[in-house]
């Protein structure tokens, strides 16, 4: 996928989260949340301007973790002087965005026929469901349109409920 694809599957992945983040009462914290997933959906592919290889390392399992790690620490910390209990919630409400946004980039690349090794170093298992080519740009757009259609949905629908 390219960036509009990368967003789309983001904010696709998001919007569950968005619903029960706004459901809850918490309308600006969806919508952090929602801007740093978007903001982290290409990150993976930082790679391409590094010396690794493509779909390489930062397309694992294990980069999501560490992007959650740090995502979730960034949480920690602006919650502080909030409490423990909203301090642990914010760097768990991180710490699911960032791990959310790299996993969904990941979920997406495997979509194309070159894929992804997710598991590696622990599996060398190859993952491609060969649906669409990369650089298809309808495929990116409707991507990019499924994700702020689910986004928009779930806005409305949790606070339709309030």
């Known amino acids: 996928m390219y960036r509009n694809g990368h967003y789309g599957a983001a904010l696709l992945a998001y919007a569950p989260v968005a619903f029960a983040v706004t459901a809850a009462g918490y309308q600006t914290l969806a919508l952090a949340g929602g801007a740093a997933v978007a903001a982290l959906a290409t990150l993976p592919d930082v790679d391409v301007k590094l010396p690794i290889p493509h779909r390489g390392p930062t397309h694992t399992l294990w980069f999501a973790l560490a992007v959650g790690l740090a995502t979730g620490t960034g949480g920690l910390l602006l919650g502080r002087q909030l409490g423990v209990a909203t301090a642990l919630a914010l760097g768990g409400f ?28 622990l599996s060398g298992r190859h993952v491609t469901y060969d649906v669409v080519k990369a650089k298809n740009r309808v495929a990116n757009y409707l991507f990019l349109v499924a994700g702020l259609g689910a986004i928009a949905g779930a806005f409305a629908a949790a606070v339709s409920l309030q």
Do not use: E, R
């Open 94 to 121: 991180g710490f699911l965005v960032g791990t959310l946004a790299i996993c969904s980039h990941i979920a997406a690349d495997a979509l194309t026929p070159m894929g992804v090794t997710p598991f590696t170093p």
